[in-house]
């Protein structure tokens, strides 16, 4: 299996001392807090605050940190490093401006950045060869459609930032025609499966 997987994309033959590691998680987890901050912050701004609290905006700018780290070990760290700050750095905002802790909202997305690890050591294959990479990099690009597809009848900015998330992924994944083709053969599916089992509901309904 694990010849199988390597085979789909090879981890960066690039020796980085601890330190660098050290230094690179640092500044995801510092991407975290800035960004966790800047969500509350601009919370009740129209359009951009909306895109901020939508999930969209979190899963795009996690599969691009995960398909950009050096192996899928590497993108787990950072994501959860990245979810784990910005969880910190949102609530901790909310509890100084607002007084009052949502428990909830943190427990959800709590579990979010529980399983994130999971999802980002599957995104790390997106930019790798093959139908493997091409389902890998359908999942995120198959969820920001299901959120963001209601724009053509609706209009809303922020589903259409998710429209352009979705686009962009695809556009950024790879550069190679046959490998596109996989990968959109993959995303119709998984669309359509998401949207049967109604995914967006089941899986963060309360969000």
């Known amino acids: 299996m694990r010849e199988k997987l390597d085979s789909v994309r090879v981890k960066s033959d690039i020796d980085i001392t601890v330190q ?54 590497a993108a787990a760290s950072h994501v959860f490093a990245f979810f784990v700050a910005m969880l910190i750095a949102y609530y901790l905002y909310s509890m100084r401006l607002f007084g009052f802790f949502p428990k909830y909202y943190f427990i959800a997305w709590g579990a979010i950045a529980l399983v994130s690890p999971i999802c980002a050591y599957i995104a790390w294959y997106a930019r790798g ?24 009848y609706t209009l809303s900015i922020p589903n259409g930032f998710d429209v352009f998330a979705a686009v962009l992924l695809f556009m950024v994944l790879t550069d190679e025609g046959k490998q596109r083709l996989r990968i959109l053969l993959c995303t119709s599916i998984v669309f359509l499966v998401f949207w049967r089992l109604d995914i967006i509901s089941l899986l963060f309904g309360g969000l």
């Open 129 to 152: 060869v093959g139908w493997i990479a091409g389902f890998c990099a359908s999942l995120p690009i198959a969820l920001l459609l299901l959120e963001g597809y209601s724009f053509f």
């Open 20 to 73: 660098q590691k050290i230094l690179r998680l640092s500044a995801i987890f510092l991407l975290g807090v800035v960004l966790g901050f800047l969500a509350k912050y601009l919370d009740n701004v129209p359009i951009i605050g909306e895109i901020g609290t939508y999930l969209g905006f979190w899963v795009f700018t996690a599969t691009l940190i995960a398909a950009w780290s050096r192996s899928p070990k």
